[in-house]
T-cell receptor, first 115, second 109 residues
Framework: ETGVTQTPRHLVMGMTNKKSLKCEQH?????MYWYKQSAKKPLELMFV???????ENNSVPSRFSPECPNSSHLFLHLHTLQPEDSALYLCASSQDVRGGTDTQYFGPGTRLTVL | GQQVMQIPQYQHVQEGEDFTTYCNSS?????IQWYKQRPGGHPVFLIQ?????EVKKQKRLTFQFGEAKKNSSLHITATQTTDVGTYFC?????????FGAGTRLFVKA
């Protein structure tokens, strides 16, 4: 499946580093999402964008900063992360944000390790 | 806030046995979706249920949506090793989709 791509696939960073995760969707969708998936925890919705406008921010620490320059691209900028931020970060897209009724298509994820 | 609970957390079965995972919401849902995530993979959409009491089948998989639209189940008949992975339900209510914690299925050949 290549509808939603994410780079890098793996990332190891120190707590003082600054890095960015990139997501690109080739499905013509209007909504994009960032999720965090930790071991033994449910998928945690972090941010939702609809037509480049942020419509959801689930009390995510400011060390995570999203950016959506257009409806096909979504970034997650990372700085001064903590070891507990180590997780799989998944990007998803859907046709629209319609009360959560649209099917979400997930990217392969970025496996992040914070040392 | 809205919660979606999913049980069991893990299930070990012998190949050929049946498997069921259950999903319960604290509030009425507009729809429920099911996703499968293979080990090392990402969630992949399986199906969406919208109507009260709806039942849908995909080969050996049967999905049900409760009459009150607050619970759902996924049943796999005669599991195969290719069924291994984590099955997530995702309930839509309000403005967003809430994922359950998932049920991880292990199938022993």
């Amino acid at each position: 499946e290549t509808g939603v791509t994410q780079t890098p696939r793996h990332l190891v960073m120190g707590m003082t580093n600054k890095k960015s995760l990139k997501c690109e969707q080739h499905l013509g969708h209007n909504a994009m999402y960032w999720y965090k998936q930790s071991a033994k925890k449910p998928l945690e919705l972090m941010f939702v964008y609809s037509l480049e406008e942020r419509v959801e921010n689930n009390s995510v620490p400011s060390r995570f900063s999203p950016e959506c320059p257009n409806s096909s691209h979504l970034f997650l900028h990372l700085h001064t992360l903590q070891p507990e931020d180590s997780a799989l970060y998944l990007c998803a897209s859907s046709q629209d944000v319609r009360g959560g009724t649209d099917t979400q298509y997930f990217g392969p994820g970025t496996r992040l390790t914070v040392l | 806030g809205q919660q979606v609970m999913q049980i069991p957390q893990y299930q070990h079965v012998q190949e050929g046995e049946d498997f069921t995972t259950y999903c319960n919401s604290s509030t009425t849902l507009s729809n429920i979706q099911w996703y499968k995530q293979r080990p090392g993979g990402h969630p992949v959409f399986l199906i969406q249920l919208v109507k009260s009491g709806e039942v849908k089948k995909q080969k050996r998989l049967t999905f049900q949506f409760g009459e009150a639209k607050k619970n759902s189940s996924l049943h796999i008949t005669a599991t195969q090793t290719t069924d291994v992975g984590t099955y997530f339900c995702a309930g839509a209510g309000g403005f967003k989709t809430i994922f359950g914690a998932g049920t991880r299925l292990f199938v022993k050949a």
